[in-house]
């Protein structure tokens, strides 16, 4: 299985600063990644499919970019509501695989 | 709008079986591939299978293989995970979601989770 290595597992920001997770695969896969929020008790919610494109009515402050076997997401200014994990999750396979997570709380 | 509402989450002994369901509604469910994906306790997110619009095309991850089976019944657009010789570790919140229309590339939307845990 590709394994997919999240970092950081956890970091805490200042409401207004640039958070930036990134995301490293074990072999390429192109631009098979994307990325998801979620909340504490609630179901993740898609943002980002195929690495940069923005799922539709996702706040444009949420990006991502990479391909091969480095990718990135980037929440341009942190706001209140963006607290929660986010996860990468790779499908250049038959089976699919997500990051180990990385929190996100406000300083 | 697009719905998936599971059930048949509970409390089994390790060995037990369960069937987990899941109803859709507000889309053509018959058009669309469907995983259930769970997360243990505190911990991250695993994809469990995904089944083909068809249900022609069926792949598990290695955790489950041998034990759990997916299946669909498109005429009462209802998804279903058959698990059986359940361990500890398969405790969890069992999500269901869809995919694509010809694909299992992400999930756009997902369900509420139905917790399964094996306890003696």
């Known amino acids: 299985d590709i394994q997919m290595t999240q970092s950081p597992s956890s970091l805490s920001a200042s409401v207004g600063d640039r958070v930036t997770i990134t995301c490293q695969a074990s072999?390429?896969?192109?631009?098979?990644l994307n990325w998801y929020q979620q909340k504490p008790g609630k179901a993740p919610k898609l943002l980002i499919y195929?690495?940069?494109n923005l799922e539709t009515g996702v706040p444009s402050r949420f990006s991502g970019s990479g391909s091969g076997t480095d990718f990135t997401f980037t929440i341009s200014s942190l706001q209140p509501e963006d607290i929660a994990t986010y996860y990468c999750?790779?499908?250049?396979?038959?089976?699919?695989?997500f990051g180990g997570g990385t929190k996100v709380e406000i300083k | 709008q697009v719905q998936l509402v599971e059930s048949g989450g509970g409390l089994v002994k390790p060995g037990g079986s369960l069937r987990l369901s899941c109803a859709a509604s507000?889309?053509?469910?018959?058009?669309?591939?469907m995983s259930w994906i769970r997360q243990a306790p505190g911990k991250g997110l695993e994809w469990v299978s995904y089944?083909?619009?068809?249900?022609?095309?069926?792949y598990y991850a290695d955790s489950v293989k041998g034990r759990f089976t997916i299946s669909r019944d498109n005429a009462k657009n209802s998804l279903y995970l058959q698990m059986n010789s359940l361990r500890a570790e398969d405790t969890a919140v069992y999500y269901c979601?869809?995919?694509?229309?010809?694909?299992?590339?992400?999930?756009?939307?997902w369900g509420q989770g139905t917790l399964v845990t094996v306890s003696s």
């Open positions: 089944i083909s619009s068809s249900g022609s095309t069926i």
């Open positions: 507000g889309f053509t469910f018959s058009d669309y591939y």
């Open positions: 979601a869809r995919s694509q229309l010809y694909s299992s590339s992400w999930w756009d939307y």
């Open positions: 195929d690495a940069s």
């Open positions: 072999q390429d896969i192109s631009n098979y």
């Open positions: 999750q790779q499908y250049d396979n038959l089976r699919l695989t």
